[in-house]
């Protein structure tokens, strides 16, 4: 699941609707989303590498890794992809636009 401040993920859908998850990397965080073959050459996978995540059992922040997940479709990988660095991309621009002047658009 994508907030506008986390990637997170969860065993299955009873822990998604009590928000209780697995993982969490802070978009601000992650430094590429790109395609993966993985190890077992699956096409359809992609990797997110961040420099900090935060596992929730245990609430600590346990610093750089990739993780790498696998869709069904290529198609699905390329919509997670382009979603995924969508709203990095606007988590990055809204701490800036906290700390300094809004940018204004078109420049």
Known sequence: MITS????????????????????????MIFAVVASKMNT???TAFS?????????????DKG???FFYAAKTMVERDEWMAAIDFMRT?????????KNIP???PL
Not at 5 to 28: A, C, N, Q, V
Not at 48 to 60: D, L
Not at 90 to 98: D, F, G, L, N
Request: proline share 2%; net charge positive; glycine share 8%.
């Open 5 to 28: 401040t986390h990637f997170k993920w969860y065993h299955d859908e009873d822990e998604h609707i009590r928000d209780d998850y697995l993982g969490s990397i802070p978009l601000t």
């Open 41 to 43: 050459g699956n096409s």
């Open 48 to 60: 997110i590498s961040a420099s900090n995540w935060i596992k929730k059992r245990g609430g600590k």
């Open 64 to 66: 750089q890794r990739d």
């Open 90 to 98: 606007k988590a990055m621009y809204e701490a800036y636009a906290v």
């Open 103 to 105: 940018i204004k658009f």
